[in-house]
């Protein structure tokens, strides 16, 4: 506790922070000045204080769209993740067949987002996807562009599909790194599967489990492309998530004011949970230390 | 930088942020300081207080317009009270 922290060391960032500079910030700050005013085009803007905040803050619309996010959200994690470690342990630990189970799972995650999106489109429709028209001949009904229940399983069974081999990937790393002489001792003292499990195994996966979640939570909200292709935000609003709004808002009706306060509290939500999940990873990884 | 479209009120407000990151970065170089646990039982510095009380202020700023609605200079001196608390307790 005693050891003085030694911040000269940021000054090697240096590079990267002009770099981000033009990718992240100097269009932040953009952001943050379109906030404040209101445009018609032609680069022309009006003061407009905090007038698109106060109409974002008592807009049904975003509240709404924040409350689907959130709930694509729990949904995606409260099933990859518990997925995505009852795979890792089930997977092989050596041999072919790990290697083999190593790339199957990885396959879903080089195909790029409008590729899965495309995929499922065509994959759900009744007329010539197998999944809608299996579901249509067994007599189950099933129509995504219509039924709102349709449409949210398909976006939460299609994302499970293509992300739960992260949360997979990454358990099984975190497994693999677990010593024999763990499950020795374990078996020593006659522990149960259960009891391996829960006191060998989920402790030593805690760190790598926390990046899959933080990496799983903010990929899941601010999700665009995806849901985008298969059901552009309907039937309805219904699956309008947070970015889909925030897209229709600023490029299809033009509104920047609006989209740009929009955007800032999104971020700033964002940034919050971030640092939630950098504070407890860290703090974590230093209990462990 | 027209297109950036900027107005006084917020080159000030990325003025005021760029000058504290500054300040900060300086007493960090000159007092190198040693991480505490303080309140919400987590280790921090003083850049990680000035990072919580940045972001607080922003979500305080948005609270205060959201329910009150008016006044909003008011939400500055919650701020500043909030900032003293984090730098004093966290």
Redesign the interface.
Known sequence: ????????A?FLVLPVLLLVAFSAV?PL??V???S??D?FGN?E?F?AG?EW??EM??SERMWDALGRQLLFSAIILAIEVPLGVFVALNMPKSGFWASFCLVLMSLPLLIPWNVVGTIWQIFGRVDIGLLGYVLDALGIPYNYTQDSLAAWITIIVMDVWHWTSLVALLAYAGLKSIPDAYYQAAKIDQASRWKVFRFIELPKMMGVLMIAILLRFMDSFMIYTEPFVVTGGGPGNSTTLLSIDLVKMALGQFDLGPAAAFSI?YF?VI??IC?VFY?VM??LD?REG | M??????W??AA??GIIACTLIVF?IL??KF????RIGILR??T?R?DRL??TL?GS??IN?AW??LV?AN?PYALILCLIYAAAVFRWV
């Open positions: 506790m005693d050891k003085t922290v030694n911040q000269k940021w100097v700050m953009t943050v000045n379109y404040v005013q445009t680069n803007f003061w905090l905040f106060e803050l008592a509290m700033l940034l919050l640092w504070t860290t703090n230093k | 027209d297109w950036m479209a900027w107005t009120p917020t407000f990325f970065t960090a170089i190198p300081e040693t991480p987590i280790e510095t850049g990072f919580i972001l922003a979500f948005l317009l959201g609605g909003q």
